[in-house]
Protein backbone atom coordinates (compact mmCIF):
# COMPACT_ATOMS: atom_id res chain seq x y z
CA UNK A 1 0.00 0.00 0.00
CA UNK A 2 0.99 3.77 -0.57
CA UNK A 3 -0.04 6.31 2.15
CA UNK A 4 0.76 9.66 1.70
CA UNK A 5 0.92 13.00 4.25
CA UNK A 6 -1.45 15.30 2.31
CA UNK A 7 -1.56 18.83 4.04
CA UNK A 8 -0.98 17.18 7.05
CA UNK A 9 -3.41 13.72 7.57
CA UNK A 10 -2.47 10.37 6.58
CA UNK A 11 -4.04 9.09 3.55
CA UNK A 12 -3.96 5.82 1.41
CA UNK A 13 -2.93 6.63 -1.50
CA UNK A 14 -5.47 5.00 -4.37
CA UNK A 15 -4.49 6.10 -7.75
CA UNK A 16 -3.14 9.07 -9.62
CA UNK A 17 -3.20 12.05 -7.31
CA UNK A 18 -5.86 10.30 -5.17
CA UNK A 19 -6.75 8.85 -2.04
CA UNK A 20 -8.78 8.93 1.16
CA UNK A 21 -8.51 10.15 4.13
CA UNK A 22 -6.96 7.97 6.54
CA UNK A 23 -9.38 9.51 10.21
CA UNK A 24 -12.52 9.71 8.28
CA UNK A 25 -12.40 6.20 6.53
CA UNK A 26 -11.40 4.93 9.89
CA UNK A 27 -14.18 5.94 11.52
CA UNK A 28 -11.41 8.11 13.47
CA UNK A 29 -9.96 5.18 14.84
CA UNK A 30 -6.73 6.11 12.63
CA UNK A 31 -4.93 9.59 12.62
CA UNK A 32 -5.47 12.30 11.58
CA UNK A 33 -1.97 12.68 13.44
CA UNK A 34 0.79 11.30 11.00
CA UNK A 35 3.30 10.26 13.70
CA UNK A 36 1.35 8.43 15.69
CA UNK A 37 0.23 5.98 12.99
CA UNK A 38 3.85 4.23 13.04
CA UNK A 39 3.03 3.64 16.70
CA UNK A 40 0.29 1.25 15.36
CA UNK A 41 1.73 0.23 12.31
CA UNK A 42 0.86 -3.42 12.33
CA UNK A 43 -2.74 -2.82 13.13
CA UNK A 44 -2.79 0.01 10.94
CA UNK A 45 -2.35 -1.97 7.97
CA UNK A 46 -4.31 -4.80 8.84
CA UNK A 47 -7.10 -2.76 8.68
CA UNK A 48 -5.52 -0.69 5.65
CA UNK A 49 -5.67 -3.46 3.84
CA UNK A 50 -9.87 -3.52 3.25
CA UNK A 51 -10.22 -0.01 4.13
CA UNK A 52 -12.71 1.55 1.32
CA UNK A 53 -13.66 5.06 1.07
CA UNK A 54 -15.03 8.12 -1.24
CA UNK A 55 -11.64 8.73 -3.23
CA UNK A 56 -10.44 12.47 -3.16
CA UNK A 57 -8.01 14.14 -5.12
CA UNK A 58 -4.96 16.30 -4.23
CA UNK A 59 -1.77 17.90 -5.82
CA UNK A 60 1.69 17.12 -5.39
CA UNK A 61 2.28 20.09 -3.65
CA UNK A 62 0.00 19.29 -0.57
CA UNK A 63 2.45 16.10 0.00
CA UNK A 64 4.17 16.60 2.88
CA UNK A 65 6.89 14.46 4.60
CA UNK A 66 5.78 11.03 4.75
CA UNK A 67 7.41 10.88 7.99
CA UNK A 68 7.09 14.73 9.29
CA UNK A 69 8.61 14.52 12.63
CA UNK A 70 10.86 11.32 13.56
CA UNK A 71 12.66 11.45 16.63
CA UNK A 72 15.64 10.15 14.98
CA UNK A 73 17.54 10.43 11.31
CA UNK A 74 19.79 8.54 10.21
CA UNK A 75 21.98 8.99 7.03
CA UNK A 76 24.89 6.82 5.67
CA UNK A 77 27.69 8.17 3.65
CA UNK A 78 29.76 6.48 1.10
CA UNK A 79 27.37 3.73 1.17
CA UNK A 80 27.18 2.46 -2.75
CA UNK A 81 30.58 1.16 -4.67
CA UNK A 82 30.18 3.94 -7.58
CA UNK A 83 30.30 6.79 -5.11
CA UNK A 84 33.27 5.31 -3.13
CA UNK A 85 35.24 5.25 -6.36
CA UNK A 86 34.46 8.65 -7.39
CA UNK A 87 34.98 10.46 -4.02
CA UNK A 88 38.34 8.58 -4.72
CA UNK A 89 38.01 7.13 -0.82
CA UNK A 90 38.25 3.59 0.70
CA UNK A 91 35.43 1.20 0.96
CA UNK A 92 33.88 1.71 4.18
CA UNK A 93 34.17 -1.46 6.61
CA UNK A 94 31.62 -0.33 9.36
CA UNK A 95 28.26 2.01 7.95
CA UNK A 96 29.51 5.84 8.09
CA UNK A 97 26.35 7.15 9.95
CA UNK A 98 25.69 11.11 10.21
CA UNK A 99 21.93 13.05 11.06
CA UNK A 100 20.23 14.97 8.88
CA UNK A 101 18.38 17.46 11.68
CA UNK A 102 14.90 17.29 11.36
CA UNK A 103 13.89 21.18 10.54
CA UNK A 104 15.24 20.38 6.95
CA UNK A 105 12.68 18.12 6.38
CA UNK A 106 10.42 18.76 3.61
CA UNK A 107 7.63 17.18 1.02
CA UNK A 108 7.29 16.34 -2.65
CA UNK A 109 7.59 20.12 -3.94
CA UNK A 110 9.47 21.92 -1.79
CA UNK A 111 11.59 25.57 -3.26
CA UNK A 112 14.99 25.68 -1.82
CA UNK A 113 16.76 28.57 -0.60
CA UNK A 114 20.78 28.22 -1.52
CA UNK A 115 23.04 28.68 1.13
CA UNK A 116 26.14 30.75 -0.12
CA UNK A 117 28.31 27.91 -0.83
CA UNK A 118 28.47 24.50 -2.96
CA UNK A 119 25.60 22.61 -2.74
CA UNK A 120 24.86 19.34 -4.11
CA UNK A 121 22.61 16.54 -4.90
CA UNK A 122 22.27 13.10 -3.39
CA UNK A 123 19.34 11.34 -4.42
CA UNK A 124 18.89 8.65 -2.13
CA UNK A 125 15.99 5.60 -1.02
CA UNK A 126 15.17 6.68 2.81
CA UNK A 127 13.49 3.71 4.93
CA UNK A 128 10.97 4.87 7.33
CA UNK A 129 10.88 2.46 10.57
CA UNK A 130 7.56 0.61 11.54
CA UNK A 131 8.24 -1.54 14.40
CA UNK A 132 10.90 -1.01 17.28
CA UNK A 133 14.01 -2.74 16.87
CA UNK A 134 16.85 -3.61 18.68
CA UNK A 135 19.47 -6.33 18.44
CA UNK A 136 17.65 -7.39 15.31
CA UNK A 137 19.13 -9.54 12.78
CA UNK A 138 19.36 -8.80 9.10
CA UNK A 139 17.28 -11.72 8.35
CA UNK A 140 13.97 -10.48 9.86
CA UNK A 141 14.91 -6.55 9.39
CA UNK A 142 12.38 -5.88 6.62
CA UNK A 143 9.94 -7.15 9.08
CA UNK A 144 10.39 -3.76 10.80
CA UNK A 145 10.18 -1.62 7.73
CA UNK A 146 7.13 0.46 7.54
CA UNK A 147 8.57 1.32 3.94
CA UNK A 148 10.34 2.94 1.60
CA UNK A 149 10.19 6.35 -0.09
CA UNK A 150 12.70 8.98 -2.09
CA UNK A 151 14.69 11.42 -0.21
CA UNK A 152 17.24 13.64 -1.41
CA UNK A 153 20.27 14.39 0.99
CA UNK A 154 21.07 17.72 -0.35
CA UNK A 155 24.81 18.58 0.76
CA UNK A 156 26.48 21.77 1.18
CA UNK A 157 29.75 20.89 0.65
CA UNK A 158 31.94 22.87 2.48
CA UNK A 159 30.67 23.18 5.54
CA UNK A 160 30.28 19.03 5.67
CA UNK A 161 34.10 18.71 4.73
CA UNK A 162 34.95 21.66 7.07
CA UNK A 163 37.25 21.37 10.28
CA UNK A 164 39.17 18.00 11.20
CA UNK A 165 37.74 15.63 11.65
CA UNK A 166 34.79 17.18 9.61
CA UNK A 167 31.06 16.57 10.79
CA UNK A 168 29.05 15.98 8.35
CA UNK A 169 25.55 16.60 9.84
CA UNK A 170 25.22 20.82 9.78
CA UNK A 171 26.23 21.09 6.33
CA UNK A 172 23.08 18.73 5.56
CA UNK A 173 20.51 20.04 7.35
CA UNK A 174 19.71 23.53 6.22
CA UNK A 175 15.84 24.14 5.78
CA UNK A 176 14.63 22.01 2.97
CA UNK A 177 17.86 19.95 2.44
CA UNK A 178 15.50 16.28 3.41
CA UNK A 179 12.69 16.18 1.19
CA UNK A 180 11.06 12.53 1.24
CA UNK A 181 8.26 11.71 -1.12
CA UNK A 182 5.75 11.51 -2.63
CA UNK A 183 4.46 8.37 -0.65
CA UNK A 184 5.27 6.10 1.71
CA UNK A 185 5.53 2.52 -0.43
CA UNK A 186 5.01 -0.72 1.94
CA UNK A 187 8.05 -3.21 1.01
CA UNK A 188 5.66 -5.91 0.21
CA UNK A 189 4.80 -3.66 -3.07
CA UNK A 190 8.36 -4.72 -4.70
CA UNK A 191 8.81 -7.65 -6.42
CA UNK A 192 12.11 -7.53 -4.15
CA UNK A 193 12.72 -3.94 -2.24
CA UNK A 194 16.44 -4.58 -2.08
CA UNK A 195 16.69 -4.24 -5.95
CA UNK A 196 15.43 -0.91 -7.16
CA UNK A 197 16.73 1.80 -9.70
CA UNK A 198 17.13 5.26 -8.15
CA UNK A 199 18.11 8.13 -10.41
CA UNK A 200 18.06 12.28 -9.91
CA UNK A 201 17.89 14.86 -13.05
CA UNK A 202 18.97 18.06 -12.96
CA UNK A 203 17.01 20.65 -15.60
CA UNK A 204 16.44 17.73 -17.26
CA UNK A 205 19.65 16.34 -17.66
CA UNK A 206 19.65 12.56 -16.01
CA UNK A 207 22.95 13.16 -13.23
CA UNK A 208 22.50 9.90 -10.96
CA UNK A 209 21.18 6.65 -12.74
CA UNK A 210 21.63 3.33 -10.34
CA UNK A 211 20.46 0.37 -8.41
CA UNK A 212 20.22 -0.48 -4.93
CA UNK A 213 21.87 -3.86 -5.15
CA UNK A 214 24.98 -1.66 -5.35
CA UNK A 215 24.96 -0.68 -1.86
CA UNK A 216 28.21 -1.27 0.62
CA UNK A 217 25.90 -1.67 3.24
CA UNK A 218 22.40 -2.97 2.56
CA UNK A 219 19.39 -1.84 3.97
CA UNK A 220 18.56 -5.10 6.35
CA UNK A 221 22.47 -5.42 7.26
CA UNK A 222 22.03 -0.92 8.31
CA UNK A 223 19.06 -2.03 10.50
CA UNK A 224 21.08 -4.95 12.11
CA UNK A 225 24.13 -3.22 13.12
CA UNK A 226 22.15 0.23 13.75
CA UNK A 227 20.02 -1.62 16.11
CA UNK A 228 22.98 -3.33 17.80
CA UNK A 229 23.66 0.69 19.21
CA UNK A 230 20.63 2.33 18.82
CA UNK A 231 16.76 1.04 19.58
CA UNK A 232 15.11 1.95 16.03
CA UNK A 233 11.90 3.21 16.81
CA UNK A 234 8.64 3.48 14.87
CA UNK A 235 8.82 6.77 12.29
CA UNK A 236 12.55 7.23 12.43
CA UNK A 237 14.05 7.67 8.54
CA UNK A 238 17.05 6.27 7.40
CA UNK A 239 18.75 8.15 4.83
CA UNK A 240 20.42 4.81 2.88
CA UNK A 241 23.19 6.77 0.85
CA UNK A 242 23.72 8.19 -2.54
CA UNK A 243 24.86 6.43 -5.93
CA UNK A 244 27.68 7.90 -8.16
CA UNK A 245 27.14 11.34 -9.92
CA UNK A 246 27.34 14.12 -7.71
CA UNK A 247 28.45 17.42 -8.77
CA UNK A 248 31.65 18.13 -6.21
CA UNK A 249 33.44 15.18 -7.93
CA UNK A 250 33.37 16.31 -11.56
CA UNK A 251 35.52 18.23 -13.47
CA UNK A 252 34.90 20.87 -12.70
CA UNK A 253 32.61 20.46 -10.43
CA UNK A 254 29.42 21.64 -10.44
CA UNK A 255 26.55 22.93 -7.75
CA UNK A 256 23.14 23.67 -7.57
CA UNK A 257 22.21 27.51 -8.99
CA UNK A 258 19.60 29.25 -8.28
CA UNK A 259 16.58 28.65 -11.03
CA UNK A 260 17.34 24.45 -11.08
CA UNK A 261 14.92 21.74 -10.79
CA UNK A 262 15.99 18.51 -9.27
CA UNK A 263 13.94 15.55 -10.28
CA UNK A 264 14.86 12.75 -7.94
CA UNK A 265 12.93 9.48 -8.47
CA UNK A 266 12.79 5.87 -6.88
CA UNK A 267 11.37 2.85 -9.02
CA UNK A 268 7.71 1.71 -7.91
CA UNK A 269 7.57 4.91 -5.87
CA UNK A 270 7.59 7.58 -7.65
CA UNK A 271 9.46 11.71 -8.00
CA UNK A 272 10.05 14.40 -5.78
CA UNK A 273 10.93 17.91 -7.27
CA UNK A 274 13.07 20.92 -6.08
CA UNK A 275 13.31 24.27 -7.28
CA UNK A 276 16.11 26.65 -5.84
CA UNK A 277 16.13 29.93 -5.40
CA UNK A 278 18.97 32.35 -4.78
CA UNK A 279 20.37 32.40 -0.68
CA UNK A 280 18.77 35.70 0.19
CA UNK A 281 15.48 34.74 -0.36
CA UNK A 282 14.35 32.93 2.53
CA UNK A 283 15.71 35.91 5.19
CA UNK A 284 13.75 38.60 3.04
CA UNK A 285 10.84 35.88 3.55
CA UNK A 286 9.92 35.66 -0.52
ZN1 LIG B 1 23.89 11.08 1.48
Not at 179 to 193: I, K, N, R, S
Not at 202 to 221: H, I, W, Y
Request: glycine letters at 12%; a negative charge.
Amino acid sequence: MRIGNVRGRPWLITGEAEGIDIHEASGHRFGPDLPALYERWEEFTDWASAAAGEPAGFTPADLGAPSPNPRQVFAIGLNYYGHVQEAGLEVPTEPSVFTKYVSSFAGAEAQVALPPGTVDWEVEIAVVIGRTARHVAAGDAWSHVAGLTVGQDLSERGLQLAGAPPQYSLGKSFPGFGPTGPYLVTPDEFADPADLELGCVLNGEPVQKARSTEMVFSVDVLIEKLSRVTTLLPGDVMFTGTPAGVGAVRTPPRFLAPGDELVSYVEGIGSIRQTFLAADAERSGS
